[in-house]
């Protein structure tokens, strides 16, 4: 599966738009770019995901580079909620399970009231 | 979306003794699971990928009889630390994925292992 390098931390104000990137330079076509969140102490959670086209879905908005080597996610309106690590992983698309999710650093992501 | 169970949440257990995760997939039958461990302020490390019916593969360096996991139904895979120390106090973490063809892993909510 391709690295992914993300920012170790980032803030953003409560109530703008957080906007987290990722880079994926060695991404092949056919692996899906994924996004989860981890709050302290609990299991990731599955925000969004995306191959080439952009994607939006009631939590967050995905925007992927036309070549592929990177993508953004947006959270439109953070708030203190949102407070957690983002994981932005890639994985070889299949229709059986034999893929698996391999977790980089993250970035942690801190709103501010 | 999908839940994933997974229990105990905290288990306090004595050096040398062991102890047994369960990880569930409530809403949906799961042919394929996934076991994490998660070290303070470090992210995620994939232990070894469970298949229903079948034995578990294991990632480098994570060893198999220490690690024992068991994948007998298609709702139901187990994580036990056999014979645990101190250094094996972390966060247990499963995943599961709709064998149905969905494509995102839903996880479950962790468990703490304190090895005293």
């Known amino acids: 599966d391709a690295k992914t390098t993300q920012p170790p931390s980032m803030d953003c104000a409560e109530g703008r738009a957080a906007n987290l990137p990722c880079n994926h330079s060695t991404i092949s076509g056919n692996e899906y770019v994924y996004w989860y969140r981890q709050i302290h102490s609990q299991g990731p959670q599955y925000i969004i995901h995306?191959?080439?086209n952009n994607e939006t879905n009631e939590m967050a908005s995905l925007i992927i580079t036309e070549d592929r080597k990177s993508s953004t996610l947006i959270l439109p309106h953070a708030t203190l909620r949102d407070t957690a690590v983002y994981y932005c992983i890639v994985r070889v698309a299949a229709m059986d399970s034999s893929y698996k999710l391999i977790f980089g650093s993250g970035t942690r992501l801190l709103v501010r009231p | 979306g999908a839940v994933v169970s997974q229990h105990p949440s905290r288990v306090i257990c004595k050096s040398g003794t062991s102890v047994k995760i369960e990880c569930r997939s409530l809403d949906f039958q799961a042919t394929t699971m996934f076991w994490y461990r998660q070290f303070p302020k470090q992210s995620l490390m994939l232990m070894a990928t469970?298949?229903?019916?079948?034995?578990?593969?294991?990632e480098q360096g994570v060893e198999k009889d220490k690690f024992l996991i068991n994948h007998a139904s298609l709702t139901l895979s187990t994580l036990t630390v056999t014979s645990a120390h101190p250094e094996d106090s972390s966060f247990y973490i499963c995943s599961a994925r709709d064998g149905r063809g969905g494509t995102e892993a839903f996880f479950g909510q962790g468990t703490r292992l304190t090895v005293v």
């Open positions: 469970s298949n229903e019916g079948s034995k578990a593969t294991y």
């Open positions: 995306g191959l080439k």
